[in-house]
């Protein structure tokens, strides 16, 4: 059985490449555009990854980055943050496992991607 990821990004073109890039390395893929659309998900499903784009309409990505964070539910769930403000790196970083700032190479994001499907 495949490991899942939720790929949540307004950008149509960069959940394409995000979302091809975790297919790459094996993963069962579920995109949504905003932040509502992928709260409602996480509502029932436990993704083994999230790439969570930080500026999201109706709900905030740092809001789900917090709401993921304080859920046991997801205490196995990797979380890959990105932006394109290096600004927000320090909050960041205390509670996502990566942080990526746009623009992103599609070899980086396939090598974490695999770096963290479970064994």
Sequence with gaps: MKPR?????DDEMLATFFTAAFVDSG???????????ALAYLETEIPHAVLLD?????????????FIKSNSRF????VFATSVEGTRAGFLRELADFVLTKP????????????????
């Design 5 to 9: 990821a939720l790929i949540v990004d």
């Design 27 to 37: 993963y069962e893929v579920h995109t949504v555009h905003d932040g509502q659309e």
């Design 54 to 66: 930080l500026q999201l309409p109706h709900v905030s990505g740092e809001q789900l980055l917090k």
């Design 75 to 78: 205490e196995h769930t990797w």
């Design 104 to 119: 992103v190479s599609y070899q980086q994001v396939v090598q974490l991607a695999a770096r963290v499907q479970p064994a």
